[in-house]
């Protein structure tokens, strides 16, 4: 069974930083691409990027390009998502995920398997 627990959400003011980390078990980490989508109140899940096994490749969502990066530490199971220059428009909940095809990475939704329980994040103005 494969478990993804997302942490590091909380409240901070439009122009800080948060961290949020993704740990996994239960799967073999190291070879699955992993992403992040966020969900805020009223709207879609979106993407706002993904990684691939060995962190050589990375893809952004257009409006967070430049202000948010995606790392992963394999030896840790982990995948974290450094958020800088917040604004309020990034609040939402925020998710992280596997995809479901082994050395591949994507930005579709409907390409992940498993999915977190999510971890809010609010950008006061």
């Known amino acids: 069974q494969v478990q993804l627990v997302e942490s590091g959400g909380g409240l901070v003011q439009a122009g800080g930083s948060l961290r949020l980390s993704c740990a996994a078990s239960?799967?073999?980490?190291?070879?699955?691409?992993l992403g992040w989508f966020r969900q805020a109140p009223g709207k879609e899940r979106e993407f706002v990027g993904s990684i691939n096994w060995n962190g050589v490749i990375t893809y952004y969502a257009d409006s967070v390009k430049g202000r948010f990066t995606i790392s992963r530490d394999n030896a840790k199971n982990t995948m974290y998502l450094q958020m800088n220059t917040l604004k309020p428009d990034d609040t939402a909940v925020y998710y992280c995920?596997?995809?479901?095809?082994?050395?591949?990475?994507?930005?579709?939704?409907?390409?992940?398997?498993?999915w977190g329980q999510g971890t809010q994040v609010t950008v006061s103005s």
């Open positions: 995920g596997t995809v479901r095809t082994p050395f591949t990475i994507s930005r579709l939704e409907r390409e992940y398997e498993y």
């Open positions: 239960g799967r073999i980490f190291t070879t699955y691409g």
